[in-house]
């Protein structure tokens, strides 16, 4: 079955520096990978898509991400951190057996200090 | 454009209630899901309906039920409510079942007391 694995619960950063989530993939191919972002007391964002198309994908607010399959991860990351990137990142699979469904990580928060 | 809507935003309700959630999807989309966010963790599949039918159901009980609409709306119904139903229940679209990519709604936040 194909999952995935957040590293870290909370993930402190100051403005102006470098942010890293970290995401690993369990899953005998491929797998498409999603990062979504919920806002404090808001609904979920698609962050970035990763399809088998490229390495590198770039995302929404200056993220990006980059697959590295020889070690199954999807880490996401922002060269400057904004008090505005303040949220909760999730590292998202899709699964079809039969019929579609999203399975979650378990979130990584992303605190922004001034 | 819309993205997806869902209504009401806030609810709160007691033990043994019965509560309604409602769902539109972006314009075009045919296919709806609902997914459970209990605080402090990431959302859980309900269920995805695609063409009024139901495709698939996650590992919740049968208090649980829904149904979409011909005009591909989608209502989330709960029966006999427990305190840990509360939790901010997410509606997501895509445009057909098979479509990975799934966009969401704010979300309806459900309080059992």
């Known amino acids: 079955a194909q999952s995935v694995t957040q590293l870290d619960s909370h993930v402190s950063v100051s403005e102006g520096t470098p942010v890293l989530l970290r995401c690993n993939y369990s899953?005998?191919?491929?797998?498409?990978l999603f990062w979504y972002v919920q806002h404090p007391n808001k609904g979920l964002q698609l962050l970035l898509k990763?399809?088998?198309?490229?390495?590198l994908v770039k995302g929404i607010n200056g993220f990006e991400a980059e697959f590295k399959k020889s070690e199954t991860s999807l880490h996401l990351t922002k060269p400057s951190a904004h008090m505005s990137d303040a949220a909760e990142y999730f590292c998202v699979v899709p699964m079809n057996t039969g019929f579609q469904k999203l399975v979650f990580g378990t979130g990584t928060r992303l605190l922004v200090s001034p | 454009d819309a993205g997806v809507t869902q209504s009401p935003t806030h609810l709160i309700k007691t033990r043994g209630q019965q509560v309604t959630l409602r769902c539109s999807p972006i314009?075009?989309?045919?296919?709806v899901s609902w997914y459970q966010q209990v605080l402090g963790q990431g959302p859980q599949f309900i269920f995805q309906y695609y063409e009024k039918e139901e495709r698939g159901r996650g590992n919740f009980p049968d208090r649980f039920s829904a149904r979409q609409f011909p005009n591909y709306s989608s209502e989330l119904n709960v029966n006999a409510l427990l305190l840990g139903d509360s939790a901010l229940y997410l509606c997501a679209s895509s445009l057909v079942a098979a479509q990975e990519t799934q966009y969401f709604g704010p979300g309806t936040r459900l309080l059992v007391l």
């Open positions: 899953s005998s191919y491929s797998p498409s």
């Open positions: 990763y399809t088998s198309a490229a390495t």
């Open positions: 314009s075009g989309h045919k296919s």
